[in-house]
Each structure stands twice: as structure tokens, then as C-alpha cells.
């Protein structure tokens, strides 16, 4: 894969991932979910992919399409109440994790290191939702900020994602 992942979104709301810009406009959810199937064919192997905005931002929606393109097959759900999900059945597996109720930085570092240490043994792609809730610096990660667009009109309707490179490999230059 080359190191170029991004690029601003076609007016149709679908994801083009050619160019380092990073930054897309989700007119709907639907868009979200062809994001996240995007993602998962082109994020390396074994990536921790950290999902932020706000409740109803289209986090789950985006793993849908993750899931979608890893070719798991069941339903995917967001894990708020069971904090982790794991899909074994992808190329690679999926472990999903919702750090939404723990408000406590320690419990949430806890969990994240337990699902941290079985997403490296399965060889799965990691994806947190609500990361910050962590107090752990995590330098290897790919971050991708949901937001709503702001403004009036048809001409500000859906989504925002932008999607940032792990700062280790930004600093090293290493492509993924």
C-alpha cells in the first residue's frame, strides 16, 4: 500500500482514498459505512484505529463498514453496555470497544490494555471508541474525528470525518 490514504469526498458523500488530505464529507450514514469499508481494505494489519465525536456522530456506523470489509458477516452493534466485542471471523479479526460508560481513566487504560494484549494475539484490527477516555498516550494510532457539519442549508447537512496517521509513522515517514 502506498503511504497516500486520503482524500476530501466526491459530492456523492463517497469516500475516494488517494491523496494524504484526510478529510472527508459523509452526507449520510450510508457514506459513513462506505468510509469504514474503505478503511479496512487499506489500514495495515493490525492497526488501532481510535473513533471520537459526539453520541449519534456515526462511530458505529463507520465500524458497520469496517466490519463490512473484513468480511464479517454478523450484525455489529455498539458494545456501550458490553464495553468490548470481539469478530474473530474477519481478515483480520475485529475487536470493538466502547469506552463510553467508564468515566474513570484507570478503568478505562485497564480495559484497553487487556483488549490491547488479545487484539495483538488474534492479529485483529483494534477500533475505541470514546478514546478519551484513556489516559494513555498512544503515538501508533489512527485517529478518525466524526463531527456534524455546522451551518444552515442543504450545503452543511451530514458528516465530517477526518482521519489522522499514527505519529509514529508520520515522524518516520514509514507509508502504511
Not at 10 to 30: C, F, N, R
Not at 68 to 81: C, D, K, M, R, V
Not at 111 to 123: K, P
Request: hydrophobic share 40%; glycine share 10%; charged share 20%.
Amino acid at each position: 500500500m502506498d503511504g497516500n490514504l486520503c482524500r476530501v469526498a466526491e459530492a456523492s458523500g463517497s469516500p475516494d482514498l488517494q491523496s494524504t488530505d484526510g478529510t472527508w464529507i459523509l452526507e449520510d450514514l450510508e457514506a459513513t459505512r462506505a468510509l469504514g469499508l474503505a478503511l479496512a481494505r487499506r489500514l495495515p494489519a493490525r492497526s488501532l484505529l481510535l473513533l471520537q465525536g459526539p453520541l449519534g456522530a456515526g462511530k458505529t456506523s463507520l465500524v458497520q463498514g469496517l466490519a463490512a470489509g473484513l468480511g464479517i458477516e454478523e450484525p455489529i452493534t455498539s458494545p456501550t453496555f458490553a464495553l468490548a466485542q470481539h469478530y474473530p471471523s474477519g481478515t483480520p479479526p475485529l475487536v470493538h470497544l466502547d469506552l463510553y460508560r467508564l468515566e474513570l481513566p484507570s478503568a478505562a487504560d485497564d480495559l484497553f490494555l487487556q483488549e490491547e494484549e488479545e487484539a495483538t494475539s488474534m492479529g485483529a484490527l483494534l477500533v475505541v471508541e470514546w478514546p478519551e477516555r484513556l489516559s494513555l498516550a498512544l503515538p501508533d494510532a489512527w485517529r478518525l474525528e466524526l463531527s456534524q457539519r455546522q451551518g444552515v442549508g442543504a450545503q452543511t447537512e451530514g458528516r465530517l470525518a477526518r482521519l489522522s496517521k499514527p505519529v509514529v509513522q508520520a515522524e518516520t515517514g514509514a507509508g502504511a
